[in-house]
């Protein structure tokens, strides 16, 4: 007879009728024992995102499955969401920024969806692997040359976070006075903190990148997608830029985080060199979106035979979904991580070859790194959606700084510096609170100034 898993620390009783929290620090210590507990009560929990915001969870990878792969049933359009359609969802939440409707392809459905997706894909599509790698390994030496000499880093804020910030600078043609207000808005999007205010200052600052784009165009994504078929309106524009730039901030700056915790606590990765297959571990067990894919039934209907309401705010835990399988010894790229259906990341390649690409560099320079602190005494940061880490924390043999070729301006970036921003600057980052000059210095770095 199997005896019962019993609650985690901090974790209501499943039988009380409570639901479960996913924004506390107690379920970002140890959510893999949250999962293990709501999975034995069947395919979906009841749980509570935020103050005040209500969610059914789908914690069954074949029941998860299921609903990504069936748009009919479950639609994206979070218009649909009776709690928020109904008021009772504070216009402040923390978690609305990344819930409430934008019109891009994570919130439409149907022929729109498709539409707008297309012009995601194809665009990235003009972006060759040979160039994206350059970019990436360019700006890895740069930054590991910061620290090398050291003998010490937290590769979270001295090298992970910091990746993708020259990547989108160089593929989106983002100016520096647009970027530094573009990284306070994900960043406060995602860890909930003036989560309002944050949402308002990205969507402001890529609403000056259009305009500046459509002024002056450049061999970059964002005025690839201007020039697409699709014919994206501004307002299209702006949010579809939201959605990448959000994406490919905070998760893929997390997923390398997350892949370096993978190498530094398995020694036979480390040891072998096996970047791939640890990345392939890393979204099997600590993917870096771990609770979202909000959807929203038309119907009353149910999960694998639990009943769910239309206009619920249904969440997908690919955190839950991916280890009951990963647990049971599951190595293939079947993950969730991407999430599925059509709604599955339309970049996801792209992604991937930023983190590999970012992983191999490290270690490639630093092969002695290790952890500089016990692994159970690292930090995992709260919130609903995101798995992501405090900090790590390494050391390394110290490295004299390899001499580095300083990356030449693409088009675009002659572009950037010749014509400021049309439409008008509005505070400061300074003034909105971000933490400024993080894409200042790559842009400085870039340009030579």
Request: glycine share 8%.
């Amino acid at each position: 007879m199997t005896t019962p898993l019993v609650p985690p620390p901090g974790c209501p009783a499943h039988g009380s009728g409570q639901r479960i929290p996913l924004d506390t620090p107690e379920f970002a210590a140890d959510p893999h024992a949250h999962y293990r507990y709501m999975r034995q009560f069947g395919p979906t929990t009841p749980v509570t995102i935020a103050p005040g915001v209500d969610a059914t969870l789908v914690t069954d990878y074949s029941a998860a499955l299921d609903l990504l792969q069936n748009p009919s049933t479950f639609r994206k359009d979070s218009r649909r969401w009776r709690a928020l359609s109904e008021g009772l969802i504070s216009p402040d939440s923390p978690v609305l920024p990344l819930l409430a409707y934008r019109p891009n392809c994570m919130f439409t459905d149907g022929a729109e969806h498709l539409r707008l997706r297309q012009a995601i894909t194809e665009s990235f599509a003009r972006i060759s692997n040979s160039r994206l790698s350059r970019i990436v390994n360019q700006a890895a030496q740069f930054l590991i040359n910061q620290f090398s000499a050291r003998g010490s880093a937290d590769l979270l804020r001295d090298y992970a976070q910091q990746l993708p910030l020259y990547v989108f600078n160089e593929l989106f043609g983002c100016p520096a006075e647009i970027g530094d207000r573009v990284l306070f808005g994900i960043a406060g999007m995602f860890d909930g903190v003036n989560a309002e205010q944050a949402s308002q200052v990205l969507l402001q600052a890529v609403s000056e990148l259009v305009a500046l784009k459509r002024a002056q165009p450049g061999e970059d994504i964002t005025s690839y997608l201007m020039q697409h078929p699709a014919q994206l309106t501004d307002e299209e524009l702006a949010h579809t830029l939201v959605l990448l730039l959000g994406a490919g901030g905070e998760p893929e700056g997390n997923l390398i985080g997350n892949g370096f915790y993978t190498m530094l606590t398995n020694e036979e990765f480390a040891r072998n060199g096996q970047f791939d297959k640890a990345l392939d571990d890393t979204l099997w067990r600590n993917a870096p979106m771990s609770n979202y894919a909000p959807h929203y039934p038309v119907v009353d209907t149910d999960v694998a035979g639990d009943k769910v309401r239309a206009g619920e705010l249904v969440l997908v835990s690919f955190g839950a979904a991916n280890t009951a399988l990963a647990d049971q010894g599951a190595d293939t790229r079947g993950h969730l991580a991407w999430s599925a259906g059509p709604h599955a990341c339309p970049s996801k390649e792209p992604a991937r070859l930023i983190a590999l690409t970012g992983l191999e560099a490290l270690f490639n320079a630093l092969p002695d790194v290790e952890l500089a602190v016990p692994a159970d005494s690292l930090v995992w940061r709260p919130g609903p959606f995101n798995r992501a880490l405090a900090s790590l924390p390494v050391r390394f043999g110290a490295v004299t700084p390899r001499p580095v070729a300083q990356p030449q301006p693409t088009a675009a970036s002659h572009n950037d510096r010749a014509h400021a921003p049309v439409a008008p600057q509005p505070a400061t980052a300074q003034a909105t609170g971000a933490k400024s000059g993080r894409w200042s210095s790559f842009r400085r770095w870039l340009t030579g100034q």
